[in-house]
């Protein structure tokens, strides 16, 4: 069921995960601020997950799980997953395009 998977990332996500950017903090990169979006996609705002572990200041994007970003600083496969999930949840229409060729290519 992959292609309903992404389907869902792609069409629905944003929907039932929605978020809007807070104010800037402390924190550890997501979306088109972390790897591998960050190589692609320059941009002068940042996102972060608000953490005392990070270490770029940005606007703040709550976690689509509490546990996310601990977990993410564990595994850089998930973190890539997590970051580029995050920016179909926040990013506009180049991010968001970005986001789902490179998880088409991972899943």
Do not use: C
């Amino acid at each position: 069921m992959k292609l309903a998977f992404l389907d869902f990332l792609q069409f629905g996500l944003k929907y039932v995960f929605p978020q809007k950017p807070g104010p800037v903090v402390r924190g550890i990169p997501t979306s088109h601020s972390a790897a591998p979006l960050r190589d692609q996609i320059k941009s002068s705002e940042n996102y972060v997950w608000p953490s005392g572990k990070g270490m770029l200041r940005g606007q703040s994007i709550i976690p689509i799980y509490s546990s996310a970003p601990e977990a993410a600083l564990k595994d850089n496969v998930l973190y890539e997953l997590l970051a580029l999930v995050d920016a179909l949840r926040v990013g506009k229409a180049r991010e968001r395009e970005r986001a789902i060729f490179e998880l088409k290519r991972r899943i």
